[in-house]
């Protein structure tokens, strides 16, 4: 079963955060390649595991480095709104020790400059998430 | 923030009960006022369009009655 495990100094006050990559999906990526059309390069970023989440956000500007289109729409509920109007994107998301999941993530925009990337419960659905406080690490096996 | 998709999201609600009736909880593909397919799941949907229209919009929904909006507890989300 793929997984990894990190260890964060201060869980607490910084939460489950992991770098990550994203690309596009992988259909499309044998589309454009079929096209002789230039393969984006994975954008890098820094994701929170947020159980809150419902589905994985990308910040919308990095959505545009990959070139994507949306795929759908969805309306979303937050802190400050509700039924507020998202676009999805089929990506890639490619985590540590090489576990790769390809997921419909939506597009929207994200406070502060820390973090990038929500990991949300559509990822989750098919892991186990272990937040150990006491020794500040968490672990998710796939 | 509606004219991404716009014509998909209008094409879909004018055939919505339609839609209900013979295809309820599967994923419609649809590119301007076309229902291009009806799939059972949302990647065979997606691979489809991608297959017939390349990296373009188009739109991808499953067919409910009520749509329920995704909840986001975070603060981080800024909408």
């Known amino acids: 079963m793929p997984s990894f495990t990190l260890q964060i100094s201060n869980l607490k006050t910084v939460g489950p955060v992991v770098e990550i990559k994203i690309a596009v999906g992988n259909f499309l990526e044998e589309i454009l390649s079929r096209s002789r059309v230039k393969i984006p390069d994975p954008v890098n970023g820094l994701a929170m595991i947020d159980t809150g989440a419902t589905v994985t956000v990308v910040r919308e500007d990095l959505i545009k480095k990959l070139g994507l289109n949306p ?53 989750l659905q098919n892991s186990v998430f272990i937040y150990n406080g006491q020794m500040n690490s968490f672990t998710i096996n796939f | 923030m509606d004219e991404i998709l716009g014509k998909e999201l209008e094409t879909y609600e004018a055939r919505k009960s339609e839609l209900l ?49 995704m909840e986001f507890t975070s603060n981080l989300l800024g909408k």
């Open chain 2, 21 to 69: 009736g013979k295809a309820k909880g599967k994923f419609a593909l649809i590119k301007d006022d076309q229902v291009v397919g009806i799939f059972d799941t949302d990647l065979d949907a997606i691979h489809q369009g991608y297959d017939r229209f390349g990296n373009v919009p188009f739109l991808v929904k499953q067919i409910v009655e009520l749509e329920v909006p």
């Open chain 1, 71 to 123: 795929v759908g729409m969805v309306k979303i509920n937050t802190s400050y709104s509700t039924n507020v109007p998202c676009y999805e994107y089929l990506i890639r998301v490619l985590f540590p020790n090489n576990v790769i999941i390809e997921t419909r993530a939506i597009g929207a925009p994200l406070l502060g400059q820390h973090i990038q990337f929500l990991i949300g419960r559509d990822i």
